[in-house]
């Protein structure tokens, strides 16, 4: 159900009939809220967005464009998406870091914020704990447990996480031998570098090779 203020008859966005957008909301256009959500307010979505099914979101979070949250997943008030995430199937995000249900801690100053750059990836059933940031392009195996900073392009999973090698722009996997500094996607050709053992950067020539 729209809210009046949400301009349904001139929305350039689309909202299966089952789900509510509450007052406040602003969707970008071409995005699309599939079965059972529930969207609360001062959300900002952005444009080209697909929302899965039984996804709830909010109040007060900031989803970039081009984003993919596939069913089961709830966005909490602390939650940064940045363009191009992708959000697997029941993961799961947290904003409170001693959640106690005698001794409620539910006002913005309780709230930890998680920021998930730019391309990141966030496997099936990944728990993310809050007050981390996802770096760009990072991809998350199914089922892990993040508990730490992931470093841009980092291959993370496990319970908890680590940090099990690099991923390509693109989503595949690196091969970068032990001492090695360089490594070129086997897939897409970008070329990558490596600097003290622990930041990986794409040639800047590189990003702007059109996506495969």
């Known amino acids: 159900m729209l809210d009046s203020n949400n301009q349904a008859a001139t929305k350039n966005y689309f909202v299966h009939e089952s789900s509510y957008i509450d007052e406040g909301v602003v969707i970008g256009a071409g995005t699309k809220i599939w079965h059972f ?3 609360l307010g001062n959300v900002g979505i952005g444009a080209d967005c697909s929302i899965g099914q039984n996804v709830v979101i909010g109040p007060a979070v900031t ?3 081009r984003v993919k949250i596939q069913n089961n997943v709830s966005v909490f008030q602390g939650v ?3 363009d191009e995430v992708f959000c697997g199937p029941s993961m799961v995000f947290t904003n409170v ?5 005698g001794f409620p801690r539910n006002q913005p100053e309780d709230f930890l914020p998680t920021i998930v750059k730019k391309g990141a990836s966030i496997g099936a059933n990944a728990t993310i704990i809050c007050g981390n940031t996802i770096g760009q392009y990072a991809m998350i195996g199914a089922g892990s447990v993040v508990t730490k900073e992931v470093p841009p392009f980092a291959l993370v999973y496990g319970n908890p996480a680590r940090q099990r090698g690099w991923v390509c722009m693109c989503g595949v996997p690196l091969s970068l031998a032990t001492n090695a500094e360089r490594a070129k996607c086997a897939e897409c050709s970008r070329r990558y570098q490596l600097f003290s053992g622990s930041e990986l950067r794409i040639d800047s020539a590189d990003e702007l090779i059109d996506r495969v």
């Open 63 to 65: 989803i970039h464009n």
């Open 97 to 101: 870091g001693t959640p106690r249900a």
């Open 37 to 39: 959500c529930h969207v």
């Open 80 to 82: 940064v998406l940045e």
